[in-house]
């Protein structure tokens, strides 16, 4: 994971397996999040409000978003472009084996129901257990 305040900050990468985000942000609402070193996918996330952790309540919210995302190992944004342009192309030597590998591509596709539904499974990290005397 890539923690930045702007994209001129110097990034440092955390693990983000063990990495809070409340911790670590401190007062910024925005950070960007690096996805799958290999194909360089570069996410921006926002932060609207913060509110205090209460296992009663979401982790997270879904608001809004927008497009499909792309397949897995397309080579990044570079050949996410290069596929959606054969897949246009009637006429393009590999788009019917393109077509076969990536499926039903439509990137103007967003299906918020989904986000909101693999959203709502993410948990409240734990609470800290104070050891027994």
Known sequence: MTISADSSARQRL???????????????????????????????????????????????????????????????????????EALADPDHPERSELAEWAGDVDPGRFDAEAARQRLSRIRHPRAKRIPAK
């Open 14 to 84: 955390l693990p983000e397996h063990s990495a809070r985000l409340g911790e670590t942000l401190g007062k910024r609402r925005k950070f960007r999040y690096w996805y799958d070193f290999g194909d360089d996918w570069w996410h921006t996330i926002t932060i609207d409000k913060r509110l205090p952790g209460d296992p009663a309540t979401p982790a997270a919210v879904f608001i809004e978003g927008e497009n499909a995302c792309p397949p897995e190992d397309c080579g990044g944004p570079w050949g996410y472009a290069d596929l959606l």
